[in-house]
């Protein structure tokens, strides 16, 4: 008994949604600024999640000019938030916990609603700039809709369905791997433009200062030869 093939317009048509899908797919980028002064505790996003929905992406703290250490960050994933007016309840259970200078997260919502996610001090509360990205992973939901309408009348297009979504997932990681590390060149390429200023400033420093030990040679040699002596 033959096994019927999958036509090859229908799997064109699949692989061909899943690749536009993807080039205008985009993920939500920001630099948040974690100021004590301004705010004391921490600095939070709100996010509607739905029910099993992936969130995932990643954050880094962006060192300070002239200063390579690295301060590490609390950041938290909570909710769903509840309307009460008790503010413990209202924040819902932790979920998701890291403290680190930079880290990848992954967090998967296990019912609808809003989650919060926040930025506070780990150790010292001083000012920090901190690169963050994350993803819903909605895109996936709305490619698989999509491709419902075109294997509902062919059940054997099923599997390739399924494998549509499993390629939109993996790439997505690799948009997420690839926009952390654009990030990681832009600040490495942010902190060897700073040491090359202080390299040239401090070379400029030392040439103007053996200019003058120079001059000041010349002028002392000059000065002793143009001394006449009684005989």
Same mark, same amino acid.
């Given at each position: 008994?033959?096994?019927? $093939?999958?036509?090859?317009?229908?799997?064109?048509?699949?692989?061909?949604?899943?690749?536009?899908?993807?080039?205008?797919?985009?993920?939500?980028?920001?630099?948040?600024?974690?100021?004590?002064?301004?705010?004391?505790?921490?600095?939070?996003?709100?996010?509607?999640?739905?029910?099993?929905?992936?969130?995932?992406?990643?954050?880094?703290?962006?060192?300070?000019?002239?200063?390579?250490?690295?301060?590490?960050?609390?950041?938290?994933?909570?909710?769903?938030?509840?309307?009460?007016?008790?503010?413990?309840?209202?924040?819902?259970?932790?979920?998701?916990?890291?403290?680190?200078?930079?880290?990848?997260?992954?967090?998967?919502?296990?019912?609808?609603?809003?989650?919060?996610?926040?930025?506070?001090?780990?150790?010292?509360?001083?000012?920090?700039?901190?690169?963050?990205?994350?993803?819903?992973?909605?895109?996936?939901?709305?490619?698989?809709?999509?491709?419902?309408?075109?294997?509902?009348?062919?059940?054997?297009?099923?599997?390739?369905?399924?494998?549509?979504?499993?390629?939109?997932?993996?790439?997505?990681?690799?948009?997420?791997?690839?926009?952390?590390?654009?990030?990681?060149?832009?600040?490495?390429? $942010?902190?060897?433009?700073?040491?090359?200023? $202080?390299?040239?400033?401090?070379?400029?420093?030392?040439?103007?200062?053996?200019?003058?030990?120079?001059?000041?040679?010349?002028?002392?040699?000059?000065?002793?030869?143009?001394?006449?002596?009684?005989?």
């Amino acid at each position: 008994m033959r096994h019927r $093939r999958p036509p090859a317009f229908p799997a064109l048509l699949i692989l061909l949604l899943t690749i536009t899908v993807t080039m205008f797919s985009r993920a939500a980028a920001w630099v948040v600024k974690l100021d004590p002064e301004v705010d004391p505790h921490s600095v939070c996003f709100l996010a509607d999640v739905g029910a099993g929905r992936e969130l995932q992406g990643f954050f880094e703290v962006i060192p300070d000019e002239g200063d390579e250490s690295v301060l590490p960050v609390d950041f938290a994933i909570s909710g769903p938030i509840v309307d009460t007016k008790d503010e413990a309840r209202s924040q819902g259970a932790q979920l998701v916990h890291k403290r680190e200078s930079s880290a990848p997260f992954v967090f998967q919502a296990p019912a609808s609603g809003v989650y919060e996610l926040c930025f506070g001090y780990a150790e010292e509360k001083r000012a920090r700039q901190i690169s963050f990205s994350y993803e819903f992973g909605k895109v996936e939901e709305e490619l698989s809709e999509l491709l419902e309408d075109v294997v509902k009348h062919d059940k054997h297009l099923e599997p390739l369905r399924l494998r549509a979504v499993s390629i939109m997932h993996e790439l997505r990681n690799a948009q997420m791997a690839q926009l952390r590390m654009k990030e990681r060149i832009r600040q490495n390429l $942010r902190m060897l433009r700073a040491r090359q200023q $202080r390299v040239a400033w401090a070379t400029l420093l030392e040439l103007m200062v053996v200019v003058a030990v120079s001059v000041l040679d010349v002028v002392f040699v000059k000065r002793k030869f143009d001394t006449r002596r009684p005989f």
